[in-house]
């Protein structure tokens, strides 16, 4: 089957550099949803439903094409991480963070518009951030300013340095993309990255 677009539903500078990695030709463009988890439903579920909420979001918009939604949503001691937003909040986040391993579900889901097919998975990466100093992280927090990023830092930048290890399948799911997931699904569409 023969799609006239590849689309990654999200504006992430870091989602469509992971994308470029596959040499893949697409189109970006960002679906307007509300991103609130649903009650009782849990951080794996929510990851999941709102990467697939943002594929299907766009399917009337770039018909004959496949469409990529991607979200992720950290939890350290049970409860969710949002985004920073500013320097207070990502200071405490990574307070909170030091000693602790912070948990990232990261979902993935293709939308294809031609059938409304969607199809979807998800990546689970465990983060051990070190004991960290107040000194240590005002001066990451100074340099990097993460205050758009899942869990306040960046592991593909300095934020490398706060951490102990990580564990999981794809080292790319953590920035917010996982694409040994991703070239799953769009093999499933007949797209062959390889």
């Known amino acids: 089957m023969e799609f006239k677009n590849l689309v990654l539903a999200s504006s992430s500078e870091y989602r469509q550099s992971l994308l470029r990695k596959l040499h ?72 909170a963070a030091s000693d602790q391993c912070v948990t990232f579900y990261t979902g993935v889901a293709v939308a294809n518009s031609l059938t409304g097919e969607v199809i979807s998975d998800i990546d689970e990466c465990h983060v051990y951030f070190k004991k960290l100093t107040q000194t240590a992280i005002n001066r990451y927090v100074d340099l990097e300013k993460p205050f758009n990023c899942a869990g306040g830092f960046k592991s593909e930048g300095m934020g490398i340095a706060l951490l102990n290890k990580i564990e999981g399948d794809d080292p790319n799911a953590l920035i917010g993309l996982p694409l040994i997931k991703l070239i799953g699904l769009l093999e499933k569409f007949g797209v062959k990255v390889i």
Do not use: H, M, Y
């Open 24 to 95: 893949l030709e697409f189109i970006s463009d960002s679906p307007e949803l509300d991103e609130t988890p649903l009650p009782d439903e849990s951080p794996r579920q929510t990851a999941l439903r709102l990467s697939q909420a943002k594929a299907s979001e766009l399917i009337g918009k770039f018909p004959g094409s496949l469409i990529i939604g991607s979200d992720q949503v950290p939890v350290l001691k049970g409860c969710r991480l949002n985004k920073p937003g500013n320097r207070k909040n990502a200071i405490e986040q990574l307070l």
